[in-house]
């Protein structure tokens, strides 16, 4: 009786508050994820910039005279760092390993 009763107090709410009680399903969606591995212990390539800017420096040094010199060592460690910063992540990439993993996971609908 009382499983009669809430059932028809359910249809009753449902009816005035328009709400449905839809059954949720679930799927398993996976695709396929290219993974790259760096082989070296010097991921942020710190490397690379500190070489890349102290010859930068060097060679900006050797441009203007005064400021214009001190300038020119300044912007020279700067895009000696930088160009030392992607000639090591080209050498890493050159030597990463490259994998494919499947990820899953779940979606209602």
């Known amino acids: 009786?009382?499983?009669?009763?809430?059932?028809?107090?359910?249809?009753?709410?449902?009816?005035f508050t328009g709400a449905t009680f839809a059954?949720?399903?679930?799927?398993?969606?996976?695709?396929?994820?290219p993974v790259k591995q760096v082989n070296s212990s010097d991921t942020h390539r710190v490397a690379g910039t500190a070489i890349g800017a102290v010859a930068g420096g060097v060679l900006g040094n050797q441009v203007g005279g005064g400021k214009g010199?001190?300038?020119?060592?300044?912007?020279?460690?700067?895009?000696?760092?930088?160009?030392?910063n992607q000639v090591q992540k080209s050498h890493?990439?050159?030597?990463?390993?490259?994998?494919?993993e499947r990820r899953c996971h779940q979606e209602q609908y």
């Open 23 to 33: 059954q949720t399903q679930t799927r398993t969606v996976c695709e396929d994820v």
């Open 1 to 15: 009786m009382k499983t009669r009763a809430i059932t028809t107090l359910a249809i009753v709410l449902m009816t």
């Open 69 to 84: 010199k001190t300038l020119a060592t300044v912007g020279g460690a700067v895009a000696g760092g930088v160009v030392g």
């Open 92 to 100: 890493q990439d050159k030597n990463a390993t490259y994998t494919t």
